[in-house]
């Protein structure tokens, strides 16, 4: 069990660029979450998939992103048209539908220039 | 007026001190609490977990819950410097918000050598 991975950790962008981080999961872990973080403040819910289905997503959740999980394992999440607002730690978490404990990776860093 | 209030910071303590970290919620409907330990710049680690009301206790660490008033704790014993970090409470209602968590503001903890 190596843990939640992501990458980039860090991610300087000009705006009006697209970015697109990856995510992935503790193995056997069918549930993926995504939150962003800004300075000072608790991580916010952005959307979370089970297996390959996207189940739910924040309206924090703009029509400049989009999140996928093609085949269940790995998940990338892309912002289209970056704004300096977008600058934010990413989060991406696991967990297993029998435990509501979800496992969080080291984030993505993202500054939008 | 937020979901999950919790206590500002930041927080300095000496080494050795009783740590007493707090939030109160408005959702009656949450039923899963959980604790993370976040340092600088790194993702948020799960430290407790529990969905009852009452005490749970893990090594020097004690979360205590109390459903009817809308409160919950974590209780470090014998601080440490290596306690140093952001402590995040969060929530989850899973029959209608699909185990997103809800995050509290995060109180920033400094324990002095």
């Known amino acids: 069990d190596t843990g939640v991975s992501q990458n980039p950790r860090h991610k300087i962008t000009k705006r009006g660029q697209n970015v697109t981080f990856r995510c992935d999961p503790i193995?056997?872990?069918?549930?993926l979450y995504w939150y962003r973080q800004t300075l000072g403040q608790g991580p916010e819910f952005l959307t979370y998939?089970?297996?390959?289905?996207?189940?739910?997503k924040s309206r924090l959740l703009s029509d400049r992103f989009s999140a996928e999980r093609p085949k269940g394992s790995f998940s990338t999440l892309e912002i289209q048209r970056t704004e300096q607002g977008d600058s934010a730690m990413y989060l991406c978490?696991?967990?297993?539908?029998?435990?509501?404990?979800?496992?969080f990776g080291p984030g993505t860093r993202l500054l939008v220039l | 007026q937020k979901e999950v209030e919790q206590d500002p910071g930041p927080l300095s303590v000496p080494e050795g001190a009783i740590v007493s970290l707090n939030c109160t919620y408005s959702n009656s409907a949450f039923q899963y609490f959980m604790w993370y330990r976040q340092y600088s710049r790194k993702g948020p680690e799960l430290l407790m977990y529990t969905y009852s009301s009452g005490n749970k206790e893990d090594g020097r660490f004690t979360a205590q819950v109390d459903k009817s008033s809308k409160y919950i704790s974590l209780f470090i014993r014998d601080s440490q410097p290596s306690d140093s970090a952001t402590y995040l409470c969060a929530m989850s209602d899973p029959e209608t918000s699909g185990s997103r968590l809800t995050f509290g503001e995060g109180t920033q903890l400094t324990v002095n050598p």
């Open positions: 978490a696991s967990s297993i539908p029998s435990r509501e404990t979800q496992y």
């Open positions: 998939f089970q297996n390959e289905a996207q189940l739910e």
């Open positions: 193995s056997e872990h069918n549930r």
